[in-house]
């Protein structure tokens, strides 16, 4: 373990008990509700998920299909390493938890889609 000057504390301590600009400003706690616990999204808003998969263009189809009554824009947000697995980001605007929800379990249990985050 390497200690840093300042004290002798170990350096892992030192920047586990650091707190972020945003902590200090009190952004953090604007965010979150008072447990802590769920951040506080007023809505409508934005929304981005980035949806993985192997097939582009199947891809680009099931979130065409799921997100038809919403207006959204599709991107290619990353390609891994080998070319395997792509990533796209669909953003869109959501009115309600239940619709951010609802896109999201729809594009999570699509046969072309990995993963959904």
Do not use: F
């Amino acid at each position: 373990m390497i200690a840093c000057l300042r004290g002798r504390i170990p350096i892992h301590r030192r920047l586990w008990n650091t707190r972020t600009p945003l902590q200090e400003e009190g952004i953090i706690e604007k965010i979150t509700d008072p447990a802590g616990q769920k951040p506080v999204l007023e809505y409508p808003c934005r929304w981005v998920y980035k949806v993985i998969g192997r097939d582009r263009s199947t891809m680009e189809e099931a979130i065409r299909c799921i997100a038809q009554e919403c207006a959204c824009t599709i991107t290619l947000s990353n390609t891994s390493r080998n070319g395997r697995y792509l990533c796209l980001n669909l953003e869109t605007t959501v009115d309600h938890e239940e619709d951010r929800i609802r896109i999201y379990e729809r594009l999570r249990v699509h046969p072309s889609v990995i993963m959904v985050l």
